[in-house]
């Protein structure tokens, strides 16, 4: 099974906000990240955050960590139909040469 | 500029058979990573070069080889086909080693299929 956890499907109105959880296993990760993935396509970089910060924002994106638990979530502001597909959390393994290790991902619906 | 290229798009093979994917990074970029993403899943890491070097190994079968060409592009091999390699084999480059992630583009993959 994946090491980093997410939930698996997510349903939002178009124009409400979308909050995508994720829980990671690496204490020590450098950085945590986001990507989206449409379908047929490659995977696309969002954003991504350094493990000394609780927070990022990034337009509509607005990142929050909390290293404690081991929780990154990922909200998007004012969600668009084009907000729809499949979003990974993945985070950067110490001590390993450029290895992500990514969940499973979530796929968000976004409905008119 | 041209983004990361991955060639072929797409590739039927027979069990048992071999398989050599291509991977073109931007211009500029030293690093290549492989990522291996079953149907369902995340991607999984199986190799990355910088510098014509392999840096780092996932969990695969020694079925799987690769290696970086003195031009940064790189090969993914992988040998004696099981129907279980049937995924989509992901390319990532990034510039230097202060980067591997941070600056990390994906290209749009090759679907293998493995009948």
């Known amino acids: 099974g994946e090491d980093v956890e997410q939930s698996l499907f997510l349903s939002v109105r178009e124009g409400d906000s979308s909050v995508i959880n994720c829980t990671y296993t690496?204490?020590?990760?450098?950085?945590l990240y986001w990507y989206k993935q449409e379908p047929g396509a490659g995977l696309q970089l969002l954003t991504y955050?350094?493990?000394?910060?609780d927070m990022k924002q990034d337009q509509r994106l607005t990142v929050l960590l909390n290293k404690k638990d081991k929780h990154l979530s990922l909200r998007i502001a004012d969600t668009q139909t084009g907000d729809s597909a499949i979003y990974f959390c993945?985070?950067?393994?110490?001590?390993?040469?450029?290895?992500?290790?990514f969940g499973a991902g979530t796929q968000v619906v976004v409905t008119p | 500029d041209a983004g990361v290229t991955q060639s072929p798009t797409h590739l039927i093979k027979t069990r048992g058979q071999h398989v050599t994917l291509r991977c073109s990074p931007i211009?500029?970029?030293?690093?290549v990573s492989w990522y291996q993403q079953v149907l369902g899943q995340g991607p999984q890491f199986i190799f990355q070069?910088?510098?014509?070097?392999?840096?780092g190994r996932g969990n695969f079968p020694d079925r799987f080889s690769a290696r970086q060409f003195p031009n940064y592009s790189s090969e993914l091999n992988v040998n004696a086909l099981l129907l279980g390699d049937s995924a989509l084999y992901l390319c990532?480059?990034?510039?230097?080693?202060?980067?591997?992630?941070?600056?990390?583009?994906f290209g749009q993959g090759t679907r293998l299929t493995v009948v």
């Open positions: 990532a480059s990034s510039p230097n080693r202060d980067s591997l992630n941070t600056e990390a583009f």
């Open positions: 211009s500029g970029h030293k690093s």
């Open positions: 993945a985070e950067s393994i110490t001590d390993s040469w450029g290895k992500l290790q």
């Open positions: 690496d204490s020590s990760s450098t950085y």
């Open positions: 070069y910088y510098e014509k070097e392999e840096r």
């Open positions: 955050i350094f493990s000394n910060m």
